[in-house]
């Protein structure tokens, strides 16, 4: 047990201290490979984890391959505006609305797309408006605590819920229908929770003429329609994706693969033979737009997370060390504990038992030690289900106690330094526990009731 702990201490801290230099993905499998020699995990467990991390990853790749097709064309900066012509100069309103956009995009999204996207295009907007020190503070730690605090409700809102649900076998449309009022029960209180605590940071009001017009925001219209036309059938797709035996990945998969080729229609057409009679490439219609900024798809490709398929990989074994050796095995006597007490302690307990963990560990690694532990503690149907939702709850959420607590807020905590923006660790945790906990324990509680406590 101490030497697998270590293990995966020190595959940690390679992850969060030296993500550039040598990839999150590669420092993952450095530790994977130690356990393997060490005897921790064996060659067996290669092709289970992998069963448990792939569908997951690709879903996730490409859910932020499609943030970053929609954010060049401009789609995000263009809701962020409508959200600023919205407030009509209440700064009030503004905050809310500005919360719920961020809401909305995590759950289609994922957390990582409204934490790493959208949080520069507020601090843009907040330039554009002349916001204090203390304003901006407010809507930038408001922009990437619900983030996580509300990518609950659907099975790709968060890494860890497809990870979960894939464990548990959750379909979306069950998922959904119990974790989109519990979503609804976290938005309202991370609004209540952020609305008084920088309720005195918040600018009564702010001129609306300062902010560009919406539709200046669009660099690509065509990509920006098909957009809102993909992101439909995604949807859609989600539902029916279960009931047809098909994997999200293959739907998500599609998806980006469709939008990446409108986006990239361009170089198509540079390629394509030009009809003599009307100039106009063979096969493809003719574009209203033809000042479109033409969009670097092999970049966005490149850049897309794919090192996060490594680190799942790499990460996952050195838990499955942690298990083989039986730390798994005491957490599911606490769960079975808990259990025994009824579905609220269930809730409550395995939540919050979570939550801290994921503080500590980092939610990737913790989502599965959790899950594992759930499997082992052998209890009721009913009771799996709660505990495996109350999991999910508490990796999503416990992340914002502390900056370690998930990959996300590191990178985002790096992309504000970027902007001109510098938090403290400190400063993070002091503001972090105190908004964290409320939420937690009333999204928790709310589960419990929606599970029949």
């Known amino acids: 047990m101490a030497l697998a702990l270590i293990i995966f201490l020190l595959t940690l801290i390679l992850v969060i201290w030296q993500p550039r230099r040598l990839g999150i993905g590669y420092s993952a499998l450095g530790g994977a490979l130690i356990a393997l020699v060490a005897g921790v995990i064996h060659l067996s467990d290669i092709p289970v984890v992998w069963t448990i991390v792939w569908n997951a990853t690709l879903t996730f790749v490409a859910l932020i391959i499609i943030s970053l097709v929609l954010n060049e064309a401009g789609f995000f900066r263009f809701a962020a505006l409508h959200v600023g012509k919205w407030g009509n100069g209440s700064g009030r309103r503004l905050f809310v609305l500005v919360i719920l956009l961020g809401a909305t995009i995590s759950s289609v999204f994922a957390n990582d797309g409204t934490a ?61 229908a119990v974790m989109v009022p519990v979503d609804v029960i976290a938005i309202a209180t991370s609004l209540a929770v952020l609305f008084i605590y920088f309720s005195k940071q918040i600018p009564s009001s702010y001129h609306v003429s300062d902010l560009p017009e919406p539709s200046s925001a669009i660099t690509d219209h065509v990509t920006f329609r098909a957009g809102w036309v993909i992101l439909a059938v995604l949807l859609g797709g989600y539902f029916i994706a279960n009931p047809l035996g098909v994997h999200i990945s293959f739907i ?48 966005i490709v490149r850049e897309a997370p794919w090192q996060i398929v490594l680190f799942s990989l790499g990460m996952y074994l050195v838990v499955f060390g942690l298990r083989n050796e039986g730390l798994t095995g005491y957490l599911a006597r606490v769960i079975s504990m808990l259990s025994a007490h009824g579905t609220v302690p269930l809730s409550l307990g395995t939540g919050s038992l979570i939550a801290v963990i994921s503080s500590i560990m980092n939610n990737m690694p913790t989502v599965l030690i959790g899950a594992l532990s759930i499997h082992a503690a052998h209890l009721s149907a009913h009771n799996v289900l709660t505990a495996a939702y109350a999991n999910v709850i508490g990796s ?10 998930s990959l996300a807020t590191l990178l985002w905590l790096e992309v504000l330094r970027r902007k001109g923006m510098t938090i403290s660790w400190g400063r993070y945790f002091s503001v972090g526990i105190i908004l964290t906990i409320p939420v937690l324990i009333t999204t928790l509680t709310a589960l419990a009731i929606i599970r029949g406590g």
């Open 396 to 405: 999503d959420l416990g992340p914002k106690i502390t900056p370690i607590g």
């Open 252 to 299: 998500a998969g599609i998806a980006a693969a469709v939008l990446l080729m409108v986006a990239g229609r361009q170089k198509l057409r540079r390629k394509t033979p030009v009809a003599a009679s009307s100039g106009i490439p063979l096969g493809l219609p003719n574009e209203a737009s033809p000042s479109a900024i033409p969009i670097d798809v092999v970049k």
């Open 116 to 176: 790493l996207i959208l949080t520069p295009i507020v601090m843009e907007m907040l330039l554009e408006l002349e916001f204090s020190a203390a304003a901006s503070f407010a809507f930038v730690i408001a922009t990437g605590f619900v983030a996580d605090t509300t990518s609950i409700p659907f099975v790709v809102s968060n890494l860890v819920n497809i990870v979960s649900a894939d464990y548990f076998h959750i379909g979306f449309a069950n998922y959904a």
